[in-house]
């Protein structure tokens, strides 16, 4: 795993976003103050990758910036040729989010993972570590640098199970013991089915089969020469029997045609007396429809006359409707004449009283102004009594030599002052005369609205009396519209009672329109009556027509051509009518009809008597191959029933000897079949042996211990080559009895335990461990997984001496040089200053922020 970029905002000291972009760096040093923020950038790559931080484990919400509502972190990293991208989200109040992307062809693309622990578990299978064995091999935070070197020696072996990939011993040996389970439930399986599937199979069972087979063979050739022996009996019996069925379906087919003929006879007799009836029915309706349209013309004609001097039906009942509103109207003359008179004689009252009003409303605006003025006066006296008294109230406080209370004046004398005017007395004036200017308002304003109610009742009047002139004008045009155009329509003058008169005008024209519908009904249902009556004539000539064409097409020639020839000579020629030119008339034409049914009656059963005597030599030859079919079958009645019988037995004699082929072959079949499957149930009780054997050789206290073990020992041994240019040559690392230690050879070769060292020496021990662990990773795993490509140290240089410094130095140099991304957070200048880039971190009032040196 290598970052890539990562971006911070709203984390712990990073309140604003910073991003570092690492993607071509190998190696860098963070520097920067205390309490800077060196340390949570790699708390932000733990908390992407894992949502957790060395400092605050899994509360990191205890990470978001003072004052932030949430903290966001985005990591770029690869893991071999693959890029990806998490994200993850935690307010100060809530829970936390996250988000796993992956790059495909220039796009980020979300990877199935849904949720934060859908998340953690992709990262871990991604990366190929969980978050203890990453915080011990790549990123090593304050305070578990050594852990490796003198931690817990089981989690040790943990930790080097996922780093070298050896969970794959764990996993083959899980699936060694799940394939020797299933081989033993297949032997289980297979035993079941030999006893209960193949019990029977033996030499026997096959050779009882083969004796079956053998039997049904034997009969099925017997029914083979039985069959041919028949066929040639079959072939004779054609010869023979091709005539009587000849002459027994020229008799049946005579037969069909007599009958054909004989209902001929019947229908065309039942005919002629139908075509009689249906001739004289059609006469009689074309008169009456004649007549019928003779009927309806004569009143069509006399409609035409009526409305040709006097208009059609609907305009006549229009005036008549008109004639019958003539007095309406006339009252509706007089009516407009009476509300004019009333309007105009209302005239003279309504402008005395728009007078009178007018006058009532100037002497209340008079006497409104009169007492304004009264209240006018009055205020102006109350406020001269106001001040009177002011003055008199300030007078009595005056004394000689003091300052003068309004003014600030020394006195030197009093002033002279007079009885003030009654207040009390002022005021009540006053009010009396605001009562008596608002009753005099109040009086004007009932006034005004007297006067304008009266302005309105006489402009309403008028107005009345032009409407009514107007409508009187119009009544009048309507109602002499209506006369002048009755009198048209009357010969010039009105009658005593022009609606009556139209009246009967409009039922007279009603009723001649009436007697036309009448009358062109009766035509219709006349040429109707004509029109079916005709269909009917023409349909029974059809039927007698079609009876005729009937007898035409009876097939009598061609039979009578076919009995005579299979007869052989043996029957003479019938006698029957001919068909060539039938009679028009329906009863000579059934005449002919029963000569025809007759005389092929007769030569229907002189065909048949013929055909019952040549039948009796088909017996005979079904009595020459009885004795040969005894004990196949029983012998039928005729020899193609035989032949059908045989070729049925054989048909079923086939298929019994092939199912005894097929019981045979399966015997045989289930016998293999059983001694392939003891081959098979011999072959896995092999396997499960040998898969026992190798599930207890994988164990973890076997394989996996001796694999961890031996990388344990090269880990120490790569480890010494450090610590001994570290050390001056002083300290070896040494791995004994499952756990570190460390060989002095300043003290005789003294090997102790790591645990023993002081801080410095546990320092360049465990940096020693973790240079080894980068480099030799690659080469001890069993899967191609396990490469540190990073590593981040934040711990313990300042305790190096100069000489150990540049040592370390020079270490970490070679790991970057090898492709490896190495990172170093420190505060030695001369270690930040030798490594090509730096990010320092500066610190704000703001919060703190990274600024990149390079060189």
Not at 242 to 250: D, E, F, H, K, T
Not at 411 to 432: H, I, N, S, Y
Not at 459 to 482: F, K, P, S
Not at 785 to 801: I, K
Request: aromatic share 4%; proline share 3%; hydrophobic share 45%.
């Amino acid at each position: 795993m290598r970052p890539l970029r990562l971006s911070v905002k709203g984390f712990t000291a990073f309140r604003d976003e910073v991003e570092l972009d690492l993607s071509d760096l190998d190696l860098f040093a963070i520097t920067g103050p205390t309490g800077a923020g060196k340390s949570s950038l790699l708390d932000a790559i733990t908390y992407a990758l894992y949502g957790r931080a060395d400092r605050v484990g899994r509360q990191v919400a205890q990470l978001v910036s003072q004052g932030q509502p949430q903290m966001a972190v985005v990591l770029e990293f690869a893991v071999g040729d693959r890029r990806y991208r998490v994200a993850r989200r935690t307010p100060a109040n809530g829970a936390s989010r996250a988000k796993l992307e992956r790059l495909e062809g220039g796009a980020w693309r979300d990877e199935p993972a849904d949720g934060v622990r859908e998340v953690d578990d992709a990262i871990e299978r991604i990366v190929g570590l969980d978050y203890e064995a990453f915080t011990r091999s790549v990123l090593l935070p304050q305070g578990k640098f050594q852990g490796f070197l003198v931690g817990d020696a089981k989690e040790r072996r943990r930790i080097l199970t996922e780093l070298l990939g050896l969970e794959l011993f764990e996993r083959l040996g899980k699936r060694a013991g799940e394939l020797r389970r299933a081989a033993e439930a297949d032997v289980r399986a297979k035993r079941g089915v030999l006893e209960a599937e193949y019990a029977g199979a033996s030499e026997e069972a096959v050779a009882r089969a083969e004796e079956a087979l053998r039997e049904a063979e034997a009969r099925e050739e017997r029914l083979r020469a039985v069959r041919e022996r028949v066929a040639g009996l079959l072939d004779r019996w054609r010869g023979i029997e091709a005539s009587v069925g000849s002459l027994a379906s020229c008799a049946e087919e005579a037969r069909e045609v007599a009958a054909h003929a004989r209902r001929r006879e019947e229908e065309l007799g039942a005919l002629a007396g139908r075509l009689a009836e249906a001739a004289e029915a059609a006469e009689a309706r074309r008169a009456e429809a004649e007549a019928a349209r003779e009927e309806a013309d004569r009143a069509e004609r006399e409609l035409r006359d009526a409305e040709r001097r006097w208009g059609k039906a609907p305009a006549v009942a229009a005036l008549a409707a008109k004639a019958e509103g003539l007095e309406r109207l006339r009252a509706g003359v007089e009516e407009a004449e009476e509300e004019l008179r009333g309007a105009t004689e209302r005239r003279p009252a309504l402008e005395a009283a728009r007078d009178a009003a007018a006058a009532e409303l100037e002497r209340r605006e008079a006497a409104l102004e009169e007492e304004r003025r009264a209240l006018a006066e009055a205020e102006e006296e109350l406020e001269r009594a106001r001040h009177a008294n002011l003055a008199a109230a300030v007078r009595e406080r005056v004394r000689v030599g003091e300052p003068c209370p309004v003014c600030g004046v020394l006195v030197e004398r009093l002033p002279r002052g007079g009885r003030p005017p009654d207040l009390e007395r002022a005021q009540r004036a006053a009010q009396r005369a605001k009562r008596a200017a608002e009753e005099a308002e109040r009086a004007r304003a009932e006034a005004d609205r007297a006067a304008r109610e009266a302005e309105a009742a006489l402009r309403g009047n008028d107005e009345d009396v032009a409407r009514c002139e107007r409508d009187l004008r119009r009544r009048r045009e309507e109602l002499e519209a209506v006369r002048a155009e009755l009198r048209a329509a009357l010969g010039g003058r009105l009658p005593r009672d022009p609606a009556r008169a139209l009246r009967e005008r409009r039922e007279r024209l009603e009723e001649l329109a009436r007697a036309v519908e009448r009358a062109r009904e009766m035509a219709a249902a006349a040429e109707r009556a004509r029109s079916e009556a005709e269909r009917h004539l023409t349909e029974v000539r059809g039927e007698v027509d079609a009876a005729r064409a009937a007898i035409e097409h009876l097939p009598v020639g061609g039979l009578v051509e076919r009995a005579v020839a299979a007869a052989g000579g043996a029957l003479p020629r019938p006698e029957l009518p001919s068909l060539a030119a039938l009679p028009e008339e329906p009863g000579a034409l059934a005449e002919t009809a029963r000569a025809l049914a007759k005389g092929l009656e007769t030569f229907a059963a002189d065909l048949s008597r013929l055909a019952d005597e040549r039948r009796g030599a088909e017996r005979e030859l079904l009595a020459e191959v009885r004795e040969a079919v005894e004990g196949l079958l029983a012998v039928p009645g005729t020899l193609r029933e035989l032949a059908e019988a045989l070729d049925a037995a054989r048909g079923r004699q086939a298929a019994a000897v092939g199912e005894l082929r097929a019981a045979l072959d399966h015997e045989r079949g289930r016998l293999a079949a059983a001694a392939r499957l003891a081959e098979e149930v011999g072959a896995l009780e092999r396997r499960a042996g040998v898969l026992e054997a190798l599930a207890k050789e994988l164990r973890q206290d076997r394989l996996i211990a001796f694999l961890q073990r031996e990388a344990l020992l090269v880990l120490a041994d790569a480890a010494t080559e450090r610590l001994a240019e570290l050390s001056e040559g002083r300290y070896r690392l040494a791995y004994l009895g499952d756990e570190f230690s460390v060989i002095d050879t300043w003290n005789g070769e003294e090997a102790r335990s790591a645990r023993t060292l002081s801080g410095g020496e546990t320092f360049l021990a465990s940096l020693a461990l973790a240079l080894a662990l980068s480099e030799r990773v690659a080469s001890l795993s069993v899967t191609e997984r396990a490469r540190l490509d990073s590593l981040f140290l934040d711990e313990g240089f300042g305790t190096l001496d100069p000489e150990s410094l540049e040592t370390v130095v020079e270490a970490i140099e070679r790991l970057g040089s090898d492709g490896k991304l190495v990172g170093v957070i420190t505060h030695v200048p001369e270690l930040a200053i030798r490594l090509p880039v730096r990010f320092e971190v500066v610190k704000s009032p703001r919060g703190s922020r990274v600024e990149v040196v390079r060189g």
